[in-house]
T-cell receptor, first 114, second 113 residues
């Protein structure tokens, strides 16, 4: 019963390098999300995917791209990493829109950009 | 503009006492939902409680209750009989429409023995 799995758990990049964070869920959820967590700022929504085949920008999409590969997988790509993107990244999924369904979160990816 | 505001960066509470964590929100959507999550030092996000904008009664889940004041746009979390294991970050979140969910900056709760 894995839930939401994020890989890798830790990564160090140099400025300008590219990187894809992977996220997969096995709960047959329709909606998936990417957040970044920074001290004092809580979780900020980067992108979300309401359902397979759709993606939408959140609060802080600049510098990121996403791909909803299939119903299970939602990846986040940094094309040219910058030190300001040093953060903890969380992937989440949710059964469906609306209602009282909570999001289920992965364990996070701690990303450092030098 | 910030849509979820948690004004208490840190709170202290004595073990076995009750504590209220504040959350105010702003939305023009008549249909929305409010969630509270707990993040222990281990980092995982744990769902605690939910309140829908059309719910007539305040939500309760065990020792957690949500003081929902719609006119004031507030959704405060009340933890009764605090335990040492309640020490964590607490996040208020709002679902706007069907899919988009945004979070507040969080409140760090310290429970003293």
């Amino acid at each position: 019963n894995a839930g939401v799995t994020q890989t890798p758990k830790f990564q160090v990049l140099k400025t300008g390098q590219s990187m894809t964070l992977q996220c997969a869920q096995d709960m047959n959820h329709n909606s998936m999300y990417w957040y970044r967590q920074d001290p004092g700022m809580g979780l900020r929504l980067i992108y979300y995917s309401a359902s397979e085949g759709t993606t939408d920008k959140g609060e802080v999409p600049n510098g990121y791209n996403v791909s909803r590969l299939n119903k299970r997988e939602f990846s986040l790509r940094l094309e040219s990493a910058a030190p300001s993107q040093t953060s903890v990244y969380f992937c989440a999924s949710k059964l469906q829109g609306g209602g009282n369904q909570p999001q289920h979160f992965g364990d996070g990816t701690r990303l450092s950009i030098l | 503009a910030q849509k979820i505001t948690q004004t208490q960066p840190g709170m202290f509470v004595q073990e076995k006492e009750a504590v209220t964590l504040d959350c105010t929100y702003d939305t023009s959507d008549p249909s929305y939902g409010l969630f509270w999550y707990k993040q222990p030092s281990s980092g995982e996000m744990i769902f605690l409680i939910y309140q829908g904008s059309y719910d007539q009664q305040n939500a309760t889940e065990g020792r957690y209750s949500l003081n929902f004041q719609k006119a004031r746009k507030s959704a405060n979390l009340v933890i009764s009989a605090s335990q040492l294991g309640d020490s964590a970050m607490y996040f208020c979140a709002m679902r706007e429409g069907s899919f988009k969910t945004i979070f507040g900056a969080g409140t760090r709760l310290f429970v003293k023995a």
